[in-house]
C-alpha cells in the first residue's frame, strides 16, 4: 500500500540513525562489566540518534561469530567487537568487509592482514607487561621468585602483557625469575584456585605475584591469606586493570601496586562508529591513556575511581 509521508520521512530519518552492532566477550571480570556499562550508558543516552544491538558470548568466540553474522544480515553501519581470542577472525571479517561493514576492535586485538579490520581502540598490553616488571623489580628489589598468573589463553591482553613481562624481566632483571605461570582466564576463583596449586608446590619460596588482571589477583589475595600468608608484605602483588577492588586491598596493605587499564571506552567507540559512518578516516589505533597507580596513594585515589 502507499506510505504516509510521515512514514516515508520516518523511514528516511530511520536510516540517518547510526546503527552499531557490539559483540561483547562476556561478564568475566568487574574491568569487563565496566565496559559493557560505559557502551550501554552511552547509547542510552543517544537512543534518537544511536540504534544499538548488544550480544554476549559468555566467553565463547563462536558466540561471537554468531553475532557478527546477525549484524552483517541486519546491515549496520559498524561491527564493534572485543575479540575473546586473537585468532579464527579471517572468514567472518571477510564477510563483513564484502558487505561494506567497517569492524570496530575494543580492547583486545585479533590476529587478521590489517584490511580486515578499520580500527584497534585499546591498551598497549606490551607496555603494562613492561610497567608491572619495572615495579615489581622495585618492591623485590630486583631479586626474587615470582608466580604468574595468566588471562584467557589465546587473548591478546594476556600474551602481550605475558610478553611484555617477560621480555623486561629478560632486559633488565637477570635474579627476577618466573618459577610459575598458568591461565587464571581472568576471573577472580579461577585465579584463586591456581594460587592455591601454586602455594601448595612452592610455599613461602614464592616472593611475589604477577597477575594479568586484578581480579584473579583478588582470589589469589584470598588463598594467600587462607594458607596464613601476607599478601602485600610477605608476598608482593602487581596486577592490571585498576579496578576499585584492588584499591581497597591497596589500602588494607594487602596489595602493592596496579597498571591501570581503561575499561571506560562507551564515548571512544560510538564517536568513532559515527566517523566512519560520515565517511571520515580514523587511526589504525585509538590508543587508551593510563597510569600506575601504587598502595602508597589508594587511599587518596579509592574515591576518584569509578569502576
Ligand atoms: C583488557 C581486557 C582484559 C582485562 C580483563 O583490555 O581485554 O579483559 O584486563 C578482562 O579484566 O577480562
Not at 559498524?78 to 561493514?101: R, S, Y
Not at 582470589?219 to 587462607?226: R, W
Not at 610477605?234 to 586493570?241: F, L, N
Request: charge should be negative; proline fraction near 2%.
Amino acid at each position: 500500500g502507499t506510505q504516509s509521508t510521515a512514514e516515508v520521512v520516518s523511514k528516511a530519518e530511520g536510516n540517518k540513525k547510526l546503527t552499531v552492532g557490539f559483540a561483547q566477550i562476556g561478564q568475566e571480570s568487574g574491568w569487563r562489566d565496566a565496559e559493557t556499562a560505559s557502551i550501554q550508558f552511552y547509547a542510552g543516552q543517544h537512543v534518537d540518534t544511536i540504534d544499538f544491538k548488544f550480544a554476549d558470548a559468555q566467553q565463547k568466540q563462536e558466540n561471537q561469530i554468531k553475532a557478527i553474522k546477525s549484524f552483517i544480515e541486519m546491515g549496520v553501519d559498524v561491527i564493534g567487537l572485543a575479540p575473546v581470542v586473537e585468532t579464527g577472525w579471517d572468514a567472518v571479517f571477510t564477510e563483513a568487509k564484502d558487505a561494506g561493514i567497517p569492524i570496530v576492535l575494543l580492547d583486545r586485538r585479533a590476529k587478521v592482514s590489517d584490511d580486515l579490520y578499520t580500527t584497534f581502540i585499546g591498551s598497549d598490553f606490551i607496555t603494562e607487561g613492561q610497567n608491572a616488571a619495572d615495579e615489581l623489580a622495585k618492591l623485590l628489589n630486583n631479586k626474587g621468585n615470582i608466580v604468574e598468573l595468566e588471562g584467557t589463553v589465546g587473548a591478546s591482553a594476556a600474551n602481550d602483557r605475558k610478553k611484555g613481562f617477560d621480555d623486561q624481566l629478560a632486559a633488565k632483571y637477570p635474579d627476577m625469575k618466573v618459577i610459575a605461570s598458568q591461565t587464571g582466564d581472568f576471573t577472580r576463583a579461577k585465579g584463586k584456585e591456581v594460587m592455591e596449586s601454586f602455594l601448595k608446590t612452592y610455599g613461602n619460596k614464592i616472593n611475589a605475584v604477577y597477575a594479568h588482571n586484578d581480579d584473579m589477583m583478588l582470589g589469589a589475595i584470598e588463598a594467600m591469606k587462607e594458607a596464613g600468608m601476607k599478601p602485600g608484605k610477605d608476598i608482593k602483588t602487581v596486577s592490571c586493570d585498576g579496578v576499585k577492588g584492588i584499591f581497597q586491598a591497596m589500602v588494607d596493605g594487602e596489595a602493592n601496586v596496579t597498571v591501570e587499564c581503561n575499561p571506560l571506552l562507551g564515548p571512544q567507540f560510538f564517536e568513532t562508529c559515527q566517523k566512519l559512518k560520515n565517511g571520515e578516516t580514523v587511526e589504525k589505533w585509538i590508543k587508551s591513556q593510563e597510569s600506575v597507580f601504587r598502595a602508597d596513594t589508594a587511599a587518596k585515589d579509592l574515591p576518584t575511581r569509578v569502576y
